[in-house]
């Protein structure tokens, strides 16, 4: 009964402990988180450095359209069936590559067996294309009906797509944690995507809107003055219909306190989601940068069409656009899957070793020996490696990474210049603060962004004070004035869990802490590490 309320921070040291005890995994004495999370992620992991790869078929270019991405839940399941646990796959259980995709004198013959494999489930995607497609109808139907007539604007809503689901995850990182991430980033998401409200739509919103608002107050209030209005036909029909118009226009309608403020919003968005192109810096008011996002943080109508256009889509893209790709496929699953004891066969990648497939351009220079084919994309290995040891702060990595580690922490303290971020009149520092509440993490994300806002910055023609290294110095000052929890030893006592600092000799926060701070203190840090490295 009380398993629902545990943490899994909880339930994660039990299993640690439990091995130690017991022995449950009989090929090693001891696990490591990673080999807990290398076992639930086995292969999300695979799918997360295929997407960082742009290994997968999910750009395209269409005519009108410009510059596409479909990538829907029916072809993630074929994508999932050829590749891992349908017949003929490439795993021959859950924990194993089948030998033959191990050896390279093979690969021609097994990349022919792939594209044919691929051929006969897109074939046959296309044959039952007529059952799935009125399924996929029936489902939108029963599953959405309800829910626009008690919400008709939450079709404007917005979500986030898989594809950025995808693109966005960390190596390694949880469920629960991805979309803990991705709802903390869902406002000014929004706010952003909101600043871009076309004027021209705006003024129709307006004009339509208020012709249906007064049909719909006329029929509301004969409707009142003569309940047998509502028997006359379609009366009752055209309330509804006016009602979802009306709502609808007024999703096209900005608020009018609403301040432009894209740069200084995409930064926030940035510290969460912790991925973004590098064009996008200081271009976050262009309608191309705009469009970019709205591919992962896309309509709810968007995603929903895309689903009805699934079973159509998903045999032209298996068919012609993922069998040519079979050879490096096959290569992909030889060169980067490791075979780690106690778990099995397993992405490389998902090792987060800097010095295997780190990036130079992400603080990884003079401390990876990987070639362009073997690095991960948008600084994945880095920020996976960050993310991994703040979010399980007993896990000791190995040597490369402790290393990288250090060096960053090393450039924090040089890049913050002995500053200390500011902090409003009357506000302490938070980490000295008695009684840790959840609002100080954001508090102090605040402080920092304000510091941060144009108003802030120095001008521009002051070469050596510019807005970039102003930036990355306020960012470093942030850090830190926080104790790095990744060097932070965990014990379990009757208050709490108790975090010790044993490399910084920092008493900030030592005695109890609960998961609850714990982990915005966590959420915080990894956000100013994604901004600092970023600039």
Same mark, same amino acid.
């Given at each position: 009964a009380d398993l629902p309320y545990?943490?899994?921070?909880?339930?994660?040291?039990?299993?640690?402990?439990? #091995?130690?005890? =017991?022995q449950i995994c009989i090929?090693?004495?001891?696990?490591s988180e990673l080999d807990v999370s290398h076992r639930i992620l086995r292969f999300k992991n695979y799918m997360? !450095? %295929?997407?960082?790869?742009?290994? &997968?078929?999910? #750009? =395209?270019? &269409? *005519?009108?359209?410009?510059?596409?991405i479909f990538y829907t839940r029916g072809l993630k399941y074929n994508f999932q069936l050829i590749f891992f646990w349908g017949p003929g796959c490439l795993f021959q259980n859950e924990w194993s590559l089948k030998p033959e995709y191990k050896r390279a004198g093979a690969r021609l013959e097994l990349a022919d067996r792939l594209s044919q494999r691929i051929l006969w489930i897109g074939l046959a995607n296309l044959v039952l294309c007529p059952l799935? &497609?009125?399924?996929?109808?029936?489902? !939108?139907?029963?599953?959405?009906?309800?829910?626009?007539?008690?919400? *008709?604007?939450?079709?404007? /809503?917005r979500c986030w797509s898989l594809y950025g689901r995808c693109y966005l995850r960390h190596f390694n990182e949880l469920d629960h944690q991805l979309q803990a991430r991705l709802s903390r980033a869902y406002k000014p998401a929004s706010k952003y995507m909101n600043c871009f409200l076309s004027p021209l739509l705006a003024v129709a919103a307006k004009h339509l809107g208020f012709l249906a608002g007064s049909i719909l107050a006329v029929l509301i209030a004969l409707t009142v003055y003569d309940e047998d209005v509502l028997a006359v036909e379609h009366v009752?029909? /055209?309330v509804t219909l006016l009602g979802v118009v009306v709502t609808v226009c007024r999703s096209f309608i900005p608020d009018q306190h609403l301040v432009f403020c894209p740069e200084q919003l995409l930064r926030v968005i940035l510290a =969460?989601? =912790?991925? %973004?192109p590098d064009h996008w810096q200081r271009s976050a008011h262009r309608s191309e940068t705009r469009g970019e996002f709205a591919q992962l943080f896309q309509y709810k109508a968007v995603f929903i069409l895309e689903e009805l256009l699934s079973p159509l889509l998903t045999p032209l893209v298996l068919i012609f656009r993922l069998r040519p790709k079979s050879l490096e496929i096959i290569d992909f699953f030889r060169n980067f899957t490791v075979e780690v004891v106690g778990v099995g066969d397993t992405c490389s990648f998902a090792q987060m070793d800097v010095r295997q497939h780190g990036n130079p351009a992400w603080m990884s220079a003079g401390k990876t020996e990987a070639s362009v084919y073997q690095q991960a994309e948008d600084g994945k290995t880095e920020l996976s490696l960050m993310h991994f040891a703040i979010t399980n702060p007993r896990w000791q990595p190995p040597r490369e990474c402790s290393a990288f580690l250090t060096h960053l922490r090393e450039r924090v303290q040089k890049d913050s210049g002995g500053t200390t971020p500011k902090n409003p009149p009357g506000l302490g520092h938070p980490l000295h603060c008695s009684g840790l509440s959840d609002s100080e993490p954001h508090s102090l994300m605040a402080n920092m962004f304000h510091a941060m806002s144009p108003a802030t %910055?120095?001008?521009?023609?002051?070469?050596?004070?510019? *807005?970039?290294?102003? /930036?990355?110095?306020?960012?470093a000052s942030a850090l830190r004035s926080l104790s790095p929890q990744q060097s932070y030893h965990m014990t379990q006592n009757q208050s709490g869990l108790e975090f010790r600092n044993s490399s910084f000799g920092s008493s900030l926060w030592e005695g109890p802490m609960t998961s609850g701070p714990l982990s915005e203190y966590a959420s915080m840090e990894m956000s100013l590490h994604a901004l600092y490295m970023h600039e």
């Open positions: 545990y943490t899994w921070e909880e339930i994660q040291s039990r299993i640690v402990q439990i #091995q130690k005890e =017991h090929h090693k004495k001891e696990l997360v !450095a %295929m997407v960082n790869k742009n290994l &997968l078929p999910l #750009q =395209h270019r &269409l *005519p009108l359209l410009g510059d596409t799935v &497609l009125v399924w996929q109808i029936l489902y !939108a139907f029963f599953s959405y009906t309800e829910v626009l007539r008690r919400e *008709p604007g939450s079709l404007g /809503a009752l029909s /055209a =969460h989601i =912790h991925y %973004m %910055m120095p001008p521009h023609t002051d070469v050596l004070c510019s *807005p970039h290294v102003s /930036a990355v110095s306020e960012v």
